[in-house]
């Protein structure tokens, strides 16, 4: 088992900036990719960003140039860097982790934050 604790929502105005921290705490196993999901109201939830032990990252096009990913691993912490956010990125943000473990993937997910930007 993982607990990942989530930080850094809130209200911001269309423009501002917000950072999201999520930190995992609780396992002896590794983690391997780590990421950032989003749901608005009436919508399905949507990957955001992701980021695996490798360091490579993938973002939703919407989010592409605004938001960044980064991991610390000695933490096991994940950042969202969010700027320039607009209406359309209200949503509540869960932080997703992966362990891998007897070759079996197993997936965690924090409780989620409350990003909303108004207009």
């Known amino acids: 088992q993982v607990q990942l604790v989530e930080s850094g929502g809130g209200l911001v105005q269309a423009g501002g900036s917000l950072r999201l921290s999520c930190a995992a705490s609780?396992?002896?196993?590794?983690?391997?990719?780590m990421g950032w999901y989003r749901q608005a109201p009436g919508k399905r939830r949507e990957l955001v960003a992701d980021?695996?032990?490798?360091?490579?990252?993938n973002y939703l096009d919407s989010v592409k140039g605004r938001f960044t990913i980064s991991r610390d691993n000695a933490k096991n912490t994940v950042y969202l860097q969010m700027n320039s956010l607009k209406p359309e990125d209200t949503a509540v943000y869960y932080c997703?982790?992966?362990?891998?473990?007897?070759?079996?993937?197993?997936?965690?997910w924090g409780q989620g934050t409350q990003v909303t930007v108004s207009s």
């Open positions: 980021i695996p032990s490798s360091g490579n990252t």
């Open positions: 609780g396992s002896s196993f590794s983690i391997d990719a």
């Open positions: 997703g982790a992966d362990l891998r473990i007897g070759g079996l993937v197993y997936r965690y």
